[in-house]
């Protein structure tokens, strides 16, 4: 029978022997020198910093929409201080403003338009509603938005204003007449609203 004693210290022996020879094949290379890690604190170079700034700067330029038109100026002006702004989405709320605005206007529905009208706009609406009720004039009804397109856009101090000009025929159930209108919406693009409101209307030929 061993000592107890003896056999834990040839146990610790093997044991240190055993580690000892982990330790120099894990940490030596092939050429019996330390291994060297990559440190992690080390400061990129200028050449990397560089690099970086070029990379960034080219996705940057890659996510930045392309102005076409005689409306890219004051669109990119737009865009360069409000960049949630984009033709696509201007346009799809610009249609639908129309049609919500021409309904609201057919009906007389002026807590719907209130919101939507500047107050110079909504005055002249207004008056306009309350003497078609006075008169007993027909409404014209919107059938169809033929054309809707930007024509100017510009961005005045915090102020953008994008003219859109429509093409829509309106209805009374016996005359069908073409409207051709230049609307212009505006936004504060430094405000909390997201939303445009109707600033101008003026009827073209």
Known sequence: MFDPVIEVLVLAAV???VLSRLYMALGRGGNDRPVQRPS????????NLAELAERRERRVNAE???FTGPAASGLEDIYNADNSFSVSGFMQGAKSA?????????KGDRAALRPLLDDD???AWDAAITARETNGDKTFELLRVRRAEIESAELDGNTARVVVRYE???GDGEITRTAKELWTFMRNVKGSDPNWILDDVDTVA
Do not use: D, H, K, Q
């Not at 992690?40 to 050449?47: D, F, G, M, W, Y």
């Not at 129309?98 to 057919?106: D, H, K, L, P, S």
């Open 15 to 17: 044991a240190l022997i």
């Open 168 to 170: 829509a025929e309106l």
């Open 64 to 66: 930045r929409p392309i």
């Open 40 to 47: 992690t604190s080390a400061a990129p170079s200028e050449n």
């Open 121 to 123: 706009v909504y005055e």
């Open 98 to 106: 129309y049609t919500m605005i021409v309904g609201a206007f057919a």
